[in-house]
C-alpha cells in the first residue's frame, strides 16, 4: 500500500519535510518511487506564479524535440530548474530533468484562464504522445506554480538525489507518495500525485471500479481523460470532472464517489438534486479501498476515504500548517508541535478540507450536509 | 393376401425414434391405473397381453402350455401422443414402477410433422450443452492489496436503475448557497427512474400462465418489495392484468407489456383514472428471444372466461399476435411515437422501454434508442429465452446468443460515453443450469443493468418439468402437468399459489444472497459492477477476445 504525506502551510517549506515524514512510514512502502507536487511555489519560482510550469524529464533527443515543439507553438522560455543531481545508489539517472517556466503564446495571452487551462493541458498530451514510444519525453505537469517530480527509487535517497536538501526548492503545498508497487510494472506515468488542470491528488489502496471509470471518463469527450497507467488516476479525473467541468462544489466530489443510500439522501437539504447526481454519475462511485488526499486550483486540500473507510488516514496540525497522511505518524513527523487530541481521522461519512494557506480546518459530514 | 406391410409392421414406428421410452416394472406395477390417468398426452396406455408359459409338474417332464392374460402398461407408438419425459408418471407411481428414460437416439423432430403441421412447443431452446454464461468465471479476486469485503458484514447495494439516466453535463442544477438545486426554471425534462432489484421477473402473461402461477409469482413480488424490501419488479407479458390489480397499490411493482395484439389495453386503459398508483415500466414487446421475428400465440383451449375478459376477446378462440406491430414500419418515426405515446398515458411518470431479440442488428436498434431521449432502457432477450408457444425450428435455430449481444451493445454505449443513459435488460438462458446468480452477474459485468428471468422463475418456484432434453414443454398445450402453463382448473388445481409466492422469496432472497458472494470477493459492494469486465474470464480464446475479456486457464 502506498503511503501518502501532504502538508498544507501559510509559509513555504522545503519537500523534504514530506520525505521525511515519508521516511517514517517506510514499513508501508516498498520504495519503488516517489512522486511530488508542489504548489504555490517560492523559491526562485515566486516571481513566476502568472507563468505555466512545465515538469518532467527527458532524453538528449528528446529536449530537442521539446524545444522544437514549444517553439513551434509559441511558448517562450522564462526560467528553468534543473535539480542538482547526486548520483546515488540504487537510482538510475535519466538524462534530463527539468521544471520549466514558459510565457504563453503571444494569441493566447489575452484569452481566459479556463482557455489557457485547455492550452496547456493539450500541449501537454501532445508532447506526452510524442515522446511516450520511446521514453524520451515525460511531462508530468504544465500549470502556473505547481512543478511535479517523479522518479522511481527509495523517497529519502531520491530526495538526496534530486538534491532536495540542498536546493532552495519551496512551496505553501506539497504533495508526496511513496509509492508501493503492486499492479504494474514500474513506470513514471503511474506514479501519484496526478495532476490535471489544477486539480491534484493521490491515493492509497487499489481501485476494484477502476475499469467502468474510466470507461464513463472516455466517453465524457474530454481530451485529458487519458493515460490511465494506474487505477489511482482516475481520482483525480474525478475531481476535476466533477468540480472544474460540472462545477459543483468540492464536497460534492464525496458524494460522487461515495454515494449514499436513498434513504440516506432522502434527509439531506439537496436531497432532489443529489439524486439526479447519484444516479447520473453512477458509474464513478467507488468501491474502494481507497484514501484520497487532494488539492484544488485555489489551494483548498482535502481527505476523503471510500465508503467503508477501509484506508487509514490522519489529518493533524496547527493553524497555519496542517499535514494529511495516511499514517499518524507521519503527521507527528511534520507538525510535532500540536494537540494530539485534535488530530482528525475521518470516517466513512466525513471530508476534512483545510482552506488555503491552512487557514482552517472543517470536517463536512455527508449525512448532516 | 394381407399386404406385407401390415405383417411385418413396416410404417410403424419402433420405440427407439421416440425421445422418451418408458421403463416400465411389472414386478413392482401394482395396477393402480394413476400412471395411464395422469399422462398429459396420454402416451401410456393400460392393455392386456396374453402371456404363454410352460409348466411341467410331477418328476418326469410333462410340459403343459398355459394361456393367461395379464395387464400391463404400454407405451403407445404414436407420435402424436410421444412420451414427453415429464415424468408425471413416476410423481404419482406408489411403487416406483414405471420411469421415462431419455433416448439419446431417437429421430423425433423427422417425424413429427402430421399432416404438414411443423412442431410446435413450449420451453427454451433444446441445447443442453453449456452456454456461454455457464463459462465466464469470477477471477478479479481481491487479495490483500485490497480487501475482500465481507458479504455478511458489509452494506452492500445489489440494486439497479430502471429509465432513462440524464448525461451529468445536462442535469438542470443550478447553485443556491453552495448546494445544489434543481432548477425547475430550466423545462428539462427529468426523466423517470426506477430503482429495483436487478433480477427481475420477464413477460409471462396471464392466460400463458395458470391463475394460481400468475398469482403466486404476483404475491411473491409484493411480498419481496414490502416485506423483504427487495424491489423486485415483474413483467405482464402481453395479455393485460388482472383488474383489481391495475387498480391497486401493488402495481407500482410491475411493468405492463404492450405487444403487437394488444391484448388486454382495452382494459388498461379503461383503468388508467382509478389507477392509485403508476406501474413500474411499460415495456413494448417487438420480439422474444425465443422466437425472434414471430408472433405470439394463445391457443384457443386456454382462452377461458377470464382471460377473455381480461384480453377483452371470445372464449375460445386462438389469440395470436402478429411478429410485428402492423402499425410500425421505422423505428425513428412510428417507433418513437409509440414510446411517447406511452409515456404520454401517465404523464411521463413511467419509463417506457422496448424489448427485442437478441439480434446482429440488436446495435442499430440501440443507437436509436440512444438518440430518443425518451426511451428509457433496452431490453435484450437472447436465444435461450423460454417461451410457452412457438415454432421448434423458431425455438432451436433462430435467435442470438445473450453474452455477445449485450457486451456489443455495451460497448457500443461506452464509445458514445451513454453506457450510463440507456440501461441494457438482458435476458434468454439466465439460470439455464440453476446459476442465477452467477449468470446474472456475469451479464452485468458484460454490461447488462439487469436481468430478466422467466423459465428460471417457473422452475424454481412451480417445479417445471421442462429441461433442454426436451422434457416436457407441452407448455402450449394447455395441458401443463404442473399446472403452470394450462387453464384447465382440473390441472392448475394441482399448483398451489401460496407456495409459488413462497417458492418466489426464497429464490430472489437466495440470489440476492449469492450475488453478494460474487461481488463481496470482488470488491464491490456500493454500485453495481456494470461493465466491470477485469472481474470476467473464460477459459476460450476466441470468446475472450469477442466480449473484450480476459482468457484464463
Ligand atoms: S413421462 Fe410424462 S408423458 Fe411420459 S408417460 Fe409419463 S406422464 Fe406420460
Ligand atoms: S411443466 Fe408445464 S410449464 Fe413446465 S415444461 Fe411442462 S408444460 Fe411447460
Not at chain 2, 310 to 322: A, E, K, M, N, W
Not at chain 2, 518 to 529: N, Q
Request: hydrophobic share 35%; with cysteine; proline share 6%.
Amino acid at each position: 500500500m502506498c503511503r501518502l504525506a501532504a502538508i498544507t502551510s501559510n509559509e513555504y517549506f522545503s519537500p523534504m519535510e514530506n520525505i521525511l515524514a515519508l521516511e517514517t512510514m517506510k514499513e508501508g512502502h516498498d520504495g519503488s518511487g516517489l512522486g511530488l507536487t508542489l504548489k504555490d511555489l517560492g523559491g526562485e519560482f515566486e516571481e513566476f506564479k502568472e507563468f505555466p510550469i512545465m515538469s518532467g524529464i527527458c532524453s538528449r533527443k528528446g529536449l530537442d524535440t521539446l524545444d522544437d515543439f514549444m517553439k513551434k507553438h509559441g511558448f517562450r522560455l522564462k526560467h528553468e530548474w534543473n535539480p542538482k543531481i547526486k548520483h546515488v545508489k540504487g537510482v538510475v539517472s535519466r538524462e534530463y530533468y527539468f521544471a520549466r517556466a514558459y510565457d504563453y503564446p503571444k494569441s493566447y495571452k489575452e484569452k481566459s484562464m479556463r482557455e489557457k487551462e485547455d492550452l496547456l493541458m493539450n500541449t501537454r498530451l501532445m508532447l506526452r504522445k510524442i515522446g511516450e514510444p520511446d521514453e524520451s519525453i515525460f511531462v508530468f505537469s504544465f500549470y502556473p506554480d505547481v512543478i511535479t517530480l517523479k522518479e522511481v527509487g527509495d523517497p529519502l535517497q531520491l530526495g538526496e538525489f534530486f538534491g532536495l536538501d540542498r536546493d532552495g526548492l519551496r512551496a505553501k503545498i506539497i504533495f508526496a507518495q511513496g509509492r508501493q508497487n503492486t499492479n504494474y510494472a514500474i513506470y513514471l506515468y503511474a506514479c501519484h500525485p496526478f495532476f490535471i488542470q489544477g486539480f491534484c491528488s493521490m491515493t492509497n489502496g487499489e481501485n476494484t471500479a477502476f475499469v467502468p471509470i474510466r470507461e464513463f471518463l472516455m466517453g465524457r469527450g474530454f481530451p485529458g481523460y487519458t493515460g490511465y497507467n494506474s487505477d489511482s488516476e482516475v481520482f483525480t479525473h474525478i475531481l476535476h470532472y466533477t468540480v472544474r467541468q460540472l462545477g459543483f462544489p468540492l464536497t460534492y466530489y464525496k458524494d460522487v464517489i461515495t454515494p449514499l443510500k436513498t434513504t440516506e439522501i432522502d434527509q439531506r437539504e439537496d436531497r432532489d438534486a443529489l439524486r439526479l447526481v447519484k444516479q447520473s454519475l453512477r458509474p464513478l462511485c467507488i468501491d474502494g479501498p481507497n484514501m484520497v488526499i487532494g488539492f484544488t486550483p485555489d489551494g483548498t486540500c482535502f481527505m476523503v476515504q471510500d465508503a467503508k473507510k477501509l484506508r487509514p488516514g490522519a489529518v493533524g496540525g496547527v493553524k497555519g500548517k496542517y499535514a494529511l497522511m495516511s499514517e499518524e505518524c507521519g503527521v507527528d513527523k511534520a507538525v510535532p508541535k500540536r494537540d494530539r487530541t485534535r488530530d482528525i481521522f475521518p470516517m466513512k461519512y466525513d471530508m476534512v478540507t483545510i482552506s488555503p494557506q491552512a487557514e482552517e480546518v472543517r470536517v463536512w459530514n455527508q449525512l448532516r450536509a | 393376401m394381407e399386404p406385407a406391410t401390415r405383417l411385418d409392421h413396416n410404417h410403424q414406428l419402433s420405440l427407439r425414434e421416440f425421445p422418451y421410452i418408458i421403463r416400465w416394472r411389472d414386478d413392482r406395477c401394482k395396477r393402480c391405473g394413476k400412471c395411464t390417468a395422469v399422462c398429459p398426452v396420454k402416451a401410456i396406455e393400460p392393455t392386456v397381453n396374453v402371456q404363454r408359459t410352460v409348466h411341467s409338474e410331477g418328476p418326469l417332464p410333462q410340459p403343459t402350455a398355459v394361456r393367461k392374460v395379464i395387464q400391463v402398461v404400454e407405451q403407445v407408438t404414436d407420435m402424436e401422443r410421444y412420451c414427453t419425459g415429464c415424468g408425471t408418471c413416476t410423481l404419482v407411481c406408489p411403487n416406483e414402477a414405471i420411469e421415462p428414460e431419455y433416448n439419446p437416439q431417437n429421430k423425433f423432430y423427422h417425424y413429427k410433422n402430421k399432416s404438414g403441421e411443423p412442431y410446435k412447443r413450449g420451453g427454451r431452446r433444446n441445447d443442453p450443452s453449456i452456454s456461454t454464461l455457464d463459462k465466464l468465471k469470477f477471477t478479479r479476486i481481491s487479495m490483500l492489496t485490497d480487501p475482500a469485503l465481507d458479504a455478511g458484514r458489509h452494506e452492500f447495494r445489489v440494486r439497479t436503475l430502471l429509465g432513462r439516466i440524464l448525461p451529468p453535463e445536462e442535469l438542470p442544477l443550478k447553485m443556491v448557497n453552495g448546494k445544489l438545486v434543481v432548477d425547475k426554471e430550466s423545462g428539462r425534462f427529468i426523466p423517470p427512474v426506477r430503482e429495483i432489484f436487478p433480477i427481475m421477473v420477464g413477460s409471462m402473461s396471464v392466460g400463458a400462465l395458470s391463475p394460481p402461477m400468475w398469482e403466486g409469482l404476483a404475491m411473491g413480488v409484493a411480498y419481496l418489495n414490502e416485506v423483504e424490501g427487495l424491489p423486485v419488479v415483474m413483467c405482464s407479458g402481453e395479455g393485460g392484468m388482472p383488474p383489481r390489480l391495475l387498480r391497486s397499490k401493488y402495481l407500482k411493482y410491475f411493468i405492463i407489456q404492450i405487444a403487437s395484439g394488444y391484448f388486454g389495453w382495452d382494459e388498461i386503459i379503461h383503468a388508467l383514472p382509478h389507477m392509485v398508483e403508476d406501474p413500474a415500466a411499460i415495456e413494448i414487446k417487438y420480439g422474444q428471444g425465443a422466437k425472434p421475428g414471430d408472433g405470439g400465440l394463445l391457443m384457443a383451449q386456454k382462452v377461458l372466461r377470464l382471460i377473455a375478459n381480461i384480453r377483452g376477446v371470445p372464449q375460445f378462440v386462438d389469440l395470436s399476435s402478429p411478429p410485428t406491430h402492423q402499425t410500425k414500419y421505422s423505428i425513428e418515426e412510428a417507433v418513437a411515437k409509440m414510446i411517447q405515446s406511452m409515456s404520454m398515458a401517465w404523464g411521463f411518470r413511467v419509463p417506457v422501454y422496448p424489448k427485442i431479440s437478441g439480434t446482429k442488428t440488436a446495435r442499430a436498434v440501440l443507437n436509436n434508442l440512444a438518440r430518443n431521449p425518451f426511451a428509457a432502457a433496452l431490453s435484450i432477450d437472447g436465444e435461450d429465452g423460454g417461451t410457452g408457444a412457438a415454432y421448434n425450428v423458431s425455438l432451436d435455430k433462430m435467435g442470438h446468443p445473450i453474452a455477445s449481444n449485450i457486451r456489443d451493445c455495451y460497448l457500443d454505449l461506452v464509445k458514445q460515453g451513454k453506457q450510463n443513459e440507456l440501461p441494457l435488460i438482458a435476458a434468454g438462458g439466465v439460470g439455464k443450469k440453476g446459476n442465477l446468480a452467477a449468470n446474472a452477474a456475469a451479464l452485468i459485468m458484460l454490461g447488462a443493468s439487469a436481468v430478466s428471468i422467466g423459465k428460471y422463475i417457473m422452475q424454481a418456484a412451480a417445479d417445471c418439468f421442462g429441461d433442454e432434453y426436451n422434457r416436457c414443454n407441452l407448455c402450449n398445450t394447455g395441458k401443463c402437468p404442473r399446472g403452470i402453463t394450462t387453464q384447465d382448473p382440473k390441472l392448475y388445481r394441482r399448483l398451489d399459489a401460496d407456495r409459488v409466492a413462497e417458492r418466489v422469496v426464497e429464490t430472489f432472497k437466495a440470489a440476492d444472497v449469492e450475488m453478494r458472494k460474487i461481488f463481496a470477493p470482488m470488491g464491490r459492494s456500493t454500485e453495481l459492477p456494470i461493465g466491470m469486465s477485469d472481474g470476467l474470464s473464460i477459459e476460450d480464446k476466441a470468446m475472450a477476445e469477442r466480449l473484450e475479456i480476459n482468457y484464463a486457464c
